[in-house]
Each structure stands twice: as structure tokens, then as C-alpha cells.
């Protein structure tokens, strides 16, 4: 230092010159530390933190946009393709079943499959019925009756009255049941024709002879209608080969009960009554009935059984025929020519003539 003071005097034109620009720069260089832009000898810790450098703004990442570019030109496929539209149509989905809502079941009407409502179907009566049970014999057995047709006007022909004595007219009604079942357009669409084949069965099953003219109570069941019924009766010109009756009192047998219940809940117009032998056509009634003469009359034309019939002299009581007559009805008797022929042929005439039948008030 002593060297330095010594020669201070020759400093002292260094002032302006040497100790002068060592002045300057010292001076430059606090003003550099202070300001920040002369980094310090003496390190950082002591300055402050220099936000400046968090400040630089960052550069958008322009490569990626260049890569994707590069890829878009190097792909041989367009990627801007305007899509062809196609147009596809979509099944509608059909509206799923209502699902009842909890707590609104009742509000919601259930999907169930429509009822149908109640309509009448007519009923279609088939043309033939039969056998039809309308009543049994003493001893049990089945009264029956076959049905053919539907018409209006209702038509019987009973059969068997006097049981096997007079087989051959079961036989003939046998055969007129089989003719009707295979012809059935022979009855008139006006008509319902019933025939019942047997009213006797009880004498059909006894006997063909003399025994099996009777019921199982000895009773002759053409004697037992209540209309001009006796408790007996004058054997002259009568059936008399054995002791018969007429019944207790009329309708006492269920053969004749059975009978008329049916022809008058059927409200049966005409009948005929088939009987053998031999005596010919019968009106019912005493005298004959308007009607059953009539339609004897008719019958007759159409065949060769008596007409009038032959007379006997027999005074018969309580007649079927006599019965319906008094009712109306159109009743006749008709005898077969013999005891054992059915007289078949003649009798489609017969029932021919029946089918076609009317009877007019006043006619003849
Ligand atoms: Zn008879």
C-alpha cells in the first residue's frame, strides 16, 4: 500500500487516466449487479427468484399436425368419401304388450284373446231320428218311434197294435223305416212322418199267434181308448179265439198311455193304424169322422184293401181310432190282405197317397 500511496502522486494523473477508468468499471460493474444483467461472482442464492423465465411463452406442437397430414397423403384411400346412401328399410319393431304398471293393474285393459260373443247357431235336426223311447210296456220294454223329416205337418203310422198275432205289420213298418232311411226325398219337406213299429211289444215278444194279441195283462189295447170304452163287450162278429179284455178302465195300460201322450204332445195330425187280416180300410169314428173319411178315402184309391170296409157286425169299443177322430185327427185303420205278407209295394203306394194327403174343410 505504502508503494501505492508513494506513488500516489504519479496516480493522481491516473485519476482522469488509469485510476480513472478502474473507477469507471467498478462503478459499471456494481450498476451491472444490481440491475441483474452481469452475472454475480458470488453466486445466485442471494438474488431473487427470476420469474422472467417462467414467462416464456410455449410453441403449439405443430409436428403432430404435420405427421397426421403426412399420413393423410400417403394412405391410397381418399378418407373424404361421400358415403352412398343406401337406403335400407328398418322392420318397424312391433309395439311391445303393455306391461301393467304396479298399482294400475286395474286401469289397464288386459290384452286378453277377444271372446266370442254368444250367437245362436241354428240347430240343424238331422232328417232321420230313431229309435225314440216314448214309453214302455208292462213288461218294460221300449215303446219307439223313428222321424223322418221336419215339415210342419205331423204324420204316424203305428204298427204291432195287437203284438205278434199281427206280426206282419211290424214287419211291413220294419221295412218302411229301412225304405225312408234310404229315400228320404220321398217325404215332402211339409212333413214329419213318425212310425213306431210296434205298440205291443209285450204280445210281439210272446207269441205269433192267438197268445200274442194281448198285453202282459191280458188286455186288448184297441179296446182300452177312452172313447166309447165298455168293461166288455158282444163277442158277435168280434175276435174271440181267447178271453181278452178291455182293461180295468181306459187308458189303465201303459201301452195306451204311451200313446196317447205322444200324438198329443206332437199334436199328430193324421195316423194310420196298420191291423191284419183281410177286412179292409177303417175311418175312425162313430159315424166316420169328416177327416179320417177322407183320408180313408184317399188310401183306398191307391190300393186294393176294401173300402168301405167289410162288416162283420162287430161293436168295437174304445178304439184307437174312434179316439183320435174325436180329437181331430185323421185316423183310419188299414188291414193287411193276409196275416203274413207285408203287402210292401202297395203299401208305398199307401204312404205315397199319406205323404200327399190334405184335408180341406167341407171336402169329400
Ligand atoms: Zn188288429
Same mark, same amino acid.
Given at each position: 500500500m505504502k508503494a501505492m500511496f508513494r506513488s500516489s502522486n504519479r496516480l493522481t494523473c491516473f485519476v482522469g487516466g488509469v485510476w480513472g477508468t478502474v473507477l469507471v468499471m467498478l462503478a459499471l460493474l456494481i450498476l451491472g449487479l444490481l440491475s441483474g444483467f452481469v452475472e454475480s461472482p458470488f453466486g445466485t442464492a442471494a438474488l431473487p427468484p427470476q420469474p422472467a423465465q417462467v414467462s416464456v411463452p410455449l410453441e403449439t406442437p405443430a409436428p403432430i399436425v404435420v405427421a397426421a397430414r403426412l399420413a393423410e397423403a400417403a394412405s391410397p384411400t381418399p378418407t373424404h368419401v361421400v358415403p352412398t346412401l343406401v337406403f335400407t328399410p328398418t322392420p318397424t319393431p312391433l309395439p311391445l304388450p303393455t306391461q301393467p304398471k304396479q298399482g294400475f293393474s286395474i286401469v289397464e285393459t288386459p290384452h286378453y284373446p277377444p271372446t266370442p260373443s254368444p250367437t245362436f247357431i241354428p240347430t240343424v235336426v238331422p232328417f232321420m231320428e230313431g229309435p225314440i223311447t216314448i214309453g214302455k210296456s208292462v213288461e218294460q220294454r221300449e215303446i219307439q218311434v223313428y222321424r223322418f223329416g221336419t215339415g210342419a205337418s205331423k204324420r204316424l203310422i203305428i204298427a204291432g197294435v195287437h203284438g205278434g198275432y199281427e206280426w206282419n205289420t211290424v214287419a211291413l213298418a220294419d221295412a218302411l223305416i229301412e225304405h225312408l232311411t234310404a229315400n228320404p226325398q220321398i217325404v215332402p219337406p211339409h212333413v214329419t212322418l213318425y212310425v213306431l213299429r210296434v205298440l205291443n211289444p209285450d204280445g210281439y215278444a210272446r207269441s205269433f199267434g192267438y197268445e200274442g194279441r194281448a198285453n202282459a195283462n191280458n188286455v186288448d189295447i184297441n179296446r182300452n181308448f177312452p172313447v166309447d170304452w165298455a168293461e166288455s163287450w158282444a163277442p158277435q162278429g168280434c175276435w174271440s179265439h181267447l178271453p181278452i179284455t178291455s182293461g180295468p178302465h181306459p187308458i189303465s195300460e201303459p201301452e195306451t198311455a204311451a200313446l196317447i201322450g205322444f200324438v198329443v204332445q206332437k199334436r199328430i195330425q193324421a195316423m194310420i193304424s196298420y191291423h191284419s187280416a183281410a177286412l179292409g180300410i177303417f175311418a175312425g169314428g162313430v159315424p166316420p169322422a169328416p177327416q179320417s173319411a177322407s183320408l180313408a178315402k184317399a188310401l183306398a184309391e191307391v190300393s186294393t184293401y176294401p173300402h168301405p170296409p167289410i162288416n162283420t157286425g162287430c161293436d168295437a169299443t174304445g178304439q184307437m181310432a174312434d179316439w183320435a177322430s174325436s180329437l181331430g185327427i185323421a185316423s183310419v185303420d188299414v188291414e193287411l @190282405? =193276409? @196275416?203274413?205278407? =207285408?203287402?210292401f209295394q202297395e203299401n208305398l203306394r199307401v204312404l205315397d197317397a199319406f205323404f200327399a194327403w190334405e184335408y180341406f174343410q167341407g171336402s169329400k
Open positions: @190282405h =193276409t @196275416h203274413y205278407a =207285408t203287402d
